[in-house]
């Protein structure tokens, strides 16, 4: 069984349709996919009309959080979608992303990019906007070769030059909504460096007395070295291991399935989750 729990679409910053996500993960070969866009669930009906017989769907969603001035991201799975608690603190993220996104753009005109508020609109389109989409709009411009040039201390990674701040939830706060609503919570790529600095495991240990439920530690931001650490706190503090993707369609490097994650663990976070049930595929629109 090939399990990919860490997918986006274009109801974030992917740039496949919850459709074409959910068909191009089952010609991957996965038998379980999760889509989980940035601080929305917006993708659902979609993904879930076009689900493909063979392959199953965990709805979920990335949280933006932020301990400590560390940003965080926070995997949350089969919670209830309608929970009203959750989905007002979603929408608090959200509604922040447009005037960020603009912050950003006027951050840049300063620093002599002709980046527009319009472009980035346009290389959005229907998703939510987000720093992908500002650093695409870099490439365009030939700032910048790739998308992960953007994100340096030049450019748009956390403090860097062009950065905004945005509104973040405090991922103990995230744990607590996120349970209300019957979901599980995985702490998405927490050794990822590159992406600016990285949570302490003292304050991991500490969301995993909270309630956290695993970490994720097979991720293309890690090296070896990181996931070999990960794995043995992992232990040390009883959370799950998983491992994903993070599959972004044509925007970042990964495909589908790369990583994955091992049955046994997605079993116990569908035993431990109330708020929503894996969606097996019937065949598609
Ligand atoms: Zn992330
Ligand atoms: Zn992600």
Avoid at 120 to 136: D, K, L
Avoid at 171 to 186: D, H, M, N, Q, S
Wanted: hydrophobic fraction near 40%; include cysteine.
């Amino acid at each position: 069984m090939r399990i990919d729990l860490h997918c986006h679409s274009t109801a974030s910053d992917g740039t496949d349709t919850p459709a074409e996500l959910v068909r191009n993960a089952s010609a991957a070969g996965l038998d379980v996919v999760a889509l989980t866009d940035h601080d929305t669930t917006r993708g659902y009906a979609e993904a879930v009309a076009a689900l493909p017989r063979g392959l199953t769907l965990v709805t979920g969603a990335e949280l933006s959080c932020r301990i400590d001035g560390i940003s965080m991201h926070m995997l949350a799975y089969l919670f209830d979608p309608e929970e009203p608690a959750l989905l007002a603190e979603r929408e608090l993220v959200r509604d922040d992303r447009v005037p960020r996104a603009r912050g950003m753009v006027a951050r840049l005109n300063e620093l002599g990019v002709p980046v527009t508020w319009e472009q980035v609109a346009r290389i959005a389109g229907e998703g939510s906007v987000g720093r992908p989409h500002v650093a695409t709009a870099l490439v365009e411009l030939g700032v910048v070769p790739t998308v992960s040039d953007a994100f340096t201390e030049d450019w748009l990674a956390d403090g860097g030059r062009a950065w905004v701040a945005k509104h973040e939830t405090d991922p103990f706060e995230a744990i607590r909504l996120v349970k209300g609503a019957g979901g599980v919570t995985v702490f998405a790529h927490p050794g990822a460096r590159k992406r600016g600095r990285t949570v302490p495991e003292s304050v991991i240990a500490e969301l995993a007395a909270a309630g956290l439920d695993g970490i994720e530690v097979d991720h293309m931001d890690h090296d070896a070295d990181t996931r070999a650490r990960l794995r043995a706190l992992a232990a040390e503090l009883g959370l799950l291991v998983t491992g994903s993707s993070d599959y972004h369609g044509s925007r970042k490097t990964c495909a589908l399935g790369e990583y994955t994650t091992d049955p046994e663990v997605y079993g116990e976070i569908t035993r431990r989750a109330t708020g929503a049930f894996p969606v097996p595929g019937t065949g598609g629109a």
